[in-house]
Structures are given as structure tokens and as C-alpha cells.
């Protein structure tokens, strides 16, 4: 169960922090802008990757995911966690000579959000996930190592169930501050959107640096290497 978590907490965090997503976020719940869109656009994220657990859940628990060792993750779980690394350090790396964002949406899907409606919101996130090859390997790795993990199927589905809140709490945590607190969410999610906008490149070379290098170790060990 420990190693089950030591796996998830961090693709949580990495499907959570990515500046690009929350600063849609601020952006739809900014005045004149609109909660309904705010939360189609969560919504259409947690869809997707709702649809991805039933799907890719069957076809990793069909596989089998036999274990290298009793200790470490099995071997669908450490392959998955081997691109998930090498994808968290080729991150950081292309931050660190300042490379486009390839998280960033398309810029005409940028210069929509100030008046997206709320089925766009909702196909705009569904896209997101759906077409980003980096949360596909975080959910694909999520699921992956609670399938190896063996929990059953109703603990399972939980653990994926807290994977996928998880992934858009800071989202849930800023349409929460608009609904609970207007009069001071505007001045609030401005500051937010600054230190984003400031700390951005720094926050992904450490999370890159930092995930990648743990899903390597973790990866290694279940291949028996480590």
C-alpha cells in the first residue's frame, strides 16, 4: 500500500500543478467571465480521464501486471513508470533552455477562453487530457500501479477515485474560493495568475527534476536493476 502511494502522490501533484491548465481556470472565473464554464472545462478533464480508468483499468487488469519481485512494481507498472520518468526529466530539461510549453493549450483556444460557453468549456478541457500525451501517461500510470497494487475492485476503484480529484484539486480549490468568497476572489485569483505567470518555469524544472528521477529509481527497482 505504501509503494501504491509513494506512486500516486507524485502523478497527482504532476497532473495537478500545471501552471497552463490552473491559469485557464483563473481566467474562466475572473469578472465578467463565467463559474458555469469554470466548471464544464474541470468537468470535461475529470470525463476523460474517468473514461480512461474504466478502459485501460480492464485492459491492465486483463494483462495481468505479474510482479518482477514481491517487493517492487510489476512489469506493465515499471514500464509505465520508466516513460513517466523520462517524460518528467525531458520536461524539466526543455524548460531549462526555455523550449514552448508543449502542456500550453493552442493559442486560439487561449483567445476563446474569455467568452467560452459552457459545452466548449467542457469540450475544451475533455481535448486537453484527451490530446496530451503527458497526462496520458500519468493516468496510464496511475492505473498501472493500482492494478499491481491488487487492492480489489472496490478499493481500486477509490484509489482511482482519489487519482482523478487529485488531478484537478487546485481547479476545485479556485472555483471554491470564487463560490465561497466573491467579494475577495477576484483580487485573490489575480494574485494567483501573477505568481504563476512568474514562478511557472521554476515550479516544472523542480517537479521534472524531482518526479523524474524518483520514477526512474522506483522504475529501475521494479525491473530489478536497482
Do not use: N
Amino acid at each position: 500500500m505504501l509503494d501504491l502511494w509513494t506512486t500516486l502522490i507524485p502523478l497527482i501533484l504532476g497532473s495537478a500543478i500545471l501552471p497552463v491548465q490552473v491559469t485557464v481556470t483563473i481566467l474562466l472565473l475572473r469578472p465578467g467571465g463565467g463559474r458555469s464554464a469554470a466548471v464544464a472545462w474541470v468537468s470535461g478533464m475529470t470525463a476523460v480521464r474517468l473514461v480512461q480508468g474504466i478502459l485501460f483499468g480492464l485492459v491492465l487488469d486483463a494483462a495481468g501486471a505479474e510482479a518482477v519481485d514481491d517487493d517492487g512494481p510489476g512489469l506493465i507498472a515499471s514500464t509505465l513508470l520508466l516513460v513517466i520518468g523520462v517524460i518528467f526529466l525531458v520536461s524539466a530539461a526543455r524548460k531549462l533552455v526555455t523550449q514552448p510549453d508543449e502542456d500550453a493549450p493552442p493559442p486560439r483556444w487561449m483567445a476563446m477562453v474569455g467568452s467560452i460557453a459552457p459545452g466548449r468549456a467542457f469540450l475544451f478541457g475533455a481535448g486537453i487530457v484527451a490530446l496530451s500525451a503527458k497526462l496520458w501517461a500519468f493516468t496510464l500510470g496511475a492505473i498501472g500501479a493500482i492494478v499491481d497494487a491488487d487492492l480489489g475492485r472496490p478499493a481500486g476503484i477509490a484509489a482511482y477515485r482519489v487519482f482523478v480529484v487529485g488531478a484537478v484539486s487546485i481547479h476545485l480549490a479556485a472555483i471554491g474560493i470564487a463560490v465561497l468568497a466573491p467579494a475577495r476572489a477576484g483580487a485573490m485569483l489575480e494574485r494567483a495568475a501573477a505568481l504563476l505567470e512568474r514562478y511557472s518555469r521554476a515550479i516544472m524544472i523542480a517537479l521534472g527534476l524531482v518526479f523524474g528521477t524518483w520514477f526512474l529509481v522506483k522504475a529501475l527497482g521494479g525491473f530489478g536493476i536497482l
